[in-house]
């Protein structure tokens, strides 16, 4: 009796299964289907970049070029050209906001903490139209803004800090204290 019913149920599962799984024939259209999908961005892109590379770029791009290279000074070079040959007040801001992210990284020449807060301070109150900005540029201000808010952190972190270690000291003091006064007495009592 169970051999029956196995012999049934088990070709009922497998018919019900082969119901539910999908042709083989369109799984390798659609495998054909994305590699020449994917060929065609591929050679979108190169395309793309053929052109960036045979038209003028900017002096602004220029700067993201060098800098992405690792040569910070010839970055801070194209990014200074950039605000004065466009002379306007959002070429003006880009140019300090690239400088400025220049500055914050630790293995550039120009690396100087204190210029980088100073500028952002500066640069915070323009009356600037983040839609107006190259978008890399906006990426620069919110990693200077970042950059700022944890060195305001690490100082507030350093602060309390020193204010705990003056009062660990204080208090070892005090324990110090109490304890030659009660070594002292027990001394007294003993003899």
Not at 37 to 45: G, H, I, M, T, V
Not at 153 to 162: A, E, G, S
Request: hydrophobic share 40%; aromatic share 8%.
């Amino acid at each position: 009796m169970q051999k029956t019913i196995l012999s049934l149920v088990f070709p009922l599962i497998i018919m019900i299964g082969g119901c539910v799984s999908k042709p083989a024939e369109n799984v390798y259209m659609n495998t054909n289907e994305a590699s020449s999908k994917r060929a065609e961005s591929e050679n979108y892109l190169i395309t793309k970049s053929m052109e960036l590379d045979r038209r003028d770029v900017s002096f602004l791009e220029r700067g993201f070029k060098a800098l992405a290279d690792g040569n910070h000074i010839s970055a801070v070079q194209f990014f200074q050209r950039h605000s004065r040959t466009n002379n306007i007040l959002t070429a003006d801001w880009e140019a300090a906001v690239a400088i400025g992210y220049v500055s914050m990284l630790p293995g550039s020449p120009f690396y100087d903490m204190k210029a980088v807060r100073v500028s952002y301070t500066q640069l915070a109150t323009w009356p600037i139209d983040e839609s107006l900005v190259n978008s890399q540029i906006v990426l620069m201000w919110d990693a200077l803004e970042a950059f700022v808010s944890l060195h305001r952190q690490i100082r507030d972190l350093q602060k309390d800090n020193d204010v705990l270690e003056e009062n660990l000291a204080k208090r070892e003091s005090a324990l110090r204290r109490l304890r030659e006064l009660t070594l002292g007495q027990q001394r007294e009592v003993a003899q």
